[in-house]
């Protein structure tokens, strides 16, 4: 299980913690921060993505958040292989809200998916964006 520690949560609007997970992780325009203890969520904060687009690191930003893991819905190859390089925990295949998401990561039932952006639109399992 994943009781404590901060992640982030790659959302699609600035609802914080009731917005829903995003669908691919280089177009995400917010990430929820989310510290855990003991498996309960005790802070969280908005944070405003750099945006997707040439000379950003999307990894390298996740990394300066501070987090050990992030939990997104669609993922590249790319960017798993960037985030895994800097110890950060990737979490593919989560849907609903930010909190249900951190829920499921936090008590392990978060289903294990493959890294992939299949699922939202404009893009195939290999489109080859992180």
Do not use: W
């Amino acid at each position: 299980m994943n009781t404590s520690g901060t992640i982030a949560v790659a959302c699609e609007s600035a609802d914080g913690l009731a917005g829903n997970v995003s669908g691919h992780f280089g177009h995400t325009p917010y990430f929820v921060v989310v510290e855990l203890a003991d498996g309960r969520i005790v802070s969280s904060r908005l944070v405003t993505s750099p945006g997707h687009g040439q000379g950003c690191s999307m990894p390298g930003f996740v990394e300066s958040l501070g987090v050990r893991a992030v939990i997104v819905g669609g993922i590249g190859a790319g960017a798993v292989n960037g985030l895994r390089a800097r110890g950060i925990e990737v979490a593919p295949g989560a849907t609903g809200n930010a909190t249900m998401a951190v829920r499921a990561f936090a008590s392990g039932t978060l289903p294990k998916r493959e890294p992939g952006c299949g699922g939202h639109a404009g893009h195939g399992r290999s489109c080859g964006h992180g």
